[in-house]
């Protein structure tokens, strides 16, 4: 991740702008300006709003600010082991059985119910 702050240092360096020009035109102050530079992901705020200061620190440089953002989210996905097949399937298969049981146990209530009531009355 660190890599695509890199990547906007280097074109604002090369088009020589400062930090706070690009604070000045984008509204985002020149700390979270920094930590996406330095790669400080901690130092930022929700998600949310680090996506949309990348978006918009790239757009300030000329540079495409979708692509910025979706590199973001495919490093994040890296980060994140998938969840093995199995799992859910055993998922699936426990709240089958629940369900069933469920629909067992209210058709026995029913039947109950109706022999009492037909022997009641």
Not at 37 to 65: I, K, M, Q
Not at 84 to 107: R, T, Y
Request: proline letters at 3%; charged letters at 30%; glycine letters at 8%.
């Amino acid at each position: 991740m660190k890599q695509i702050g890199k990547e906007l240092k280097e074109v604002r360096e090369e088009k020589g702008i400062s930090l706070d020009e690009v604070a000045e035109k984008t509204k985002i102050q020149t700390r979270f300006l920094k930590a996406i530079e330095n790669g400080n992901w901690e130092d930022l705020p929700e998600e949310v709003y680090l996506r949309g200061f990348l978006r918009t620190y790239a757009e300030a440089l000329g540079l495409d600010g979708k692509e910025f953002v979706e590199s973001y989210n495919r490093s994040l996905n890296q980060d994140i082991p998938p969840s093995l097949p199995e799992d859910d399937e055993e998922e699936e298969s426990s709240s089958q059985f629940l369900l069933l049981m469920i629909i067992i146990i209210l058709i026995g209530l029913g039947v109950i119910g109706v022999l009492a009531w037909y022997f009641l009355f």
